[in-house]
């Protein structure tokens, strides 16, 4: 079973840049697909970024792409989410979660979640 721990989230203004990381134990999360997802209050999750197990293949959501930027290092049992150019809309809690299925961008298809880390966007 993989257990998931987030951080680097924060308090930041338009335009900054943070780095989110996962850490991942137990299990064989090499062989995972690793997600991210977000939820600001009141609204439901939602899809940010993907990677396969092997980091061959990425998808992101229209909202984040070209700013945000998904990589793994299965040698580190670790996910990354770079973030660039925040904007207020961006502020919600940041999840990551393994599937051992396939890469998806729908959150039954992950079974393993984080706690999540908090990003606030201020504008």
């Known amino acids: 079973q993989v257990q998931l721990v987030e951080s680097g989230g924060g308090l930041v203004q338009a335009g900054a840049s943070l780095r989110l990381s996962c850490a991942a134990s137990?299990?064989?999360?090499?062989?995972?697909?690793l997600g991210w997802f977000r939820q600001a209050p009141g609204k439901e999750r939602d899809f940010v970024a993907g990677?396969?197990?092997?980091?061959?293949?990425?998808d992101y959501a229209d909202s984040v792409k070209g700013r945000f930027t998904i990589s793994r290092d299965n040698a580190k049992n670790a996910g990354y989410l770079q973030m660039n150019n925040l904007e207020p809309e961006d502020t919600a809690v940041y999840f990551c979660?393994?599937?051992?299925?396939?890469?998806?961008?729908?959150?039954?298809?992950?079974?393993?979640w984080g706690r999540g880390t908090q990003v606030t966007v201020s504008s």
């Open positions: 979660a393994a599937s051992n299925k396939y890469l998806s961008v729908t959150s039954r298809d992950y079974g393993y």
């Open positions: 137990g299990g064989t999360f090499s062989r995972n697909a």
């Open positions: 990677i396969s197990w092997s980091g061959g293949n990425t």
